[in-house]
T-cell receptor, first 115, second 111 residues
């Protein structure tokens, strides 16, 4: 079954404690990205990756890091989380950029609370 | 920056009625997609319409695109309680390497 799997699904952490949200896809997609969803703001892209070892900033990259060492994995790293990073995070993948009409597949979301 | 803006922000209808949601965008696009999100879950792709298309159907869904007005509409016919969800439009333009999502329309279908 085609899947984008992200973990953890729910996390409460404290300010400044580094955390990683993992993301894995089983569709051999080249393109992966991370979004955050906040009330009234829709989905905003944090980072994306066109392929292995190729990553680029989205609209709201501050406070986040990513890596793409393998095609299927695209972890999101919060080196020093702050309360304004409390949000619902989605990992997504597609066979193309998405702008050319490729369907984007989303994970189930990770609820992150930073206190 | 937000490209797509959905209207209305919230919509409540009775089962069996039709639901219409609108999306406006700002820049030139090469395609527009609609996604559905059940509460707190991931988004699911519904339908894609390309910039050279004016209308597209998929089951009970009908999407129109008016590039001169930079707007699209999603019509769900004969709605069901299971259609209760948030609906997002997402635009793809050649200047960006990502889809840009609007803030969504929350649809409530009363049984």
């Amino acid at each position: 079954e085609a899947q984008v799997t992200q973990n953890p699904r729910y996390l409460i952490t404290v300010t400044g404690k580094k955390l990683t949200v993992t993301c894995s896809q089983n569709m051999n997609h080249e393109y992966m990205s991370w979004y955050r969803q906040d009330p009234g703001l829709g989905l905003r892209q944090i980072y994306y990756s066109m392929n292995v070892e190729v990553t680029d900033k989205g609209d709201v990259p501050e406070g986040y890091k990513v890596s793409r060492k393998e095609k299927r994995n695209f972890p999101l790293i919060l080196e020093s989380p702050s309360p304004n990073q409390t949000s619902l995070y989605f990992c997504a993948s597609s066979s193309g950029q998405g702008t050319s009409g490729n369907t984007i597949y989303f994970g189930e979301g990770s609820w992150l609370t930073v206190v | 920056s937000q490209q797509g803006e959905e209207d209305p922000q919230a919509l409540s209808i009775q089962e069996g009625e039709n639901a219409t949601m609108n999306c406006s965008y700002k820049t030139s696009i090469n395609n527009l997609q609609w996604y559905r999100q059940n509460s707190g879950r991931g988004l699911v792709h519904l339908i894609l319409i390309r910039s050279n298309e004016r209308e597209k159907h998929s089951g009970r869904l009908r999407v129109t695109l008016d590039t001169s007005k930079k707007s699209s509409s999603l019509l769900i016919t004969a709605s069901r309680a299971a259609d209760t969800a948030s609906y997002f439009c997402a635009t793809g333009d050649t200047g960006r390497r990502a889809l840009t999502f609007g803030s969504g329309t929350r649809l409530q279908v009363q049984p």
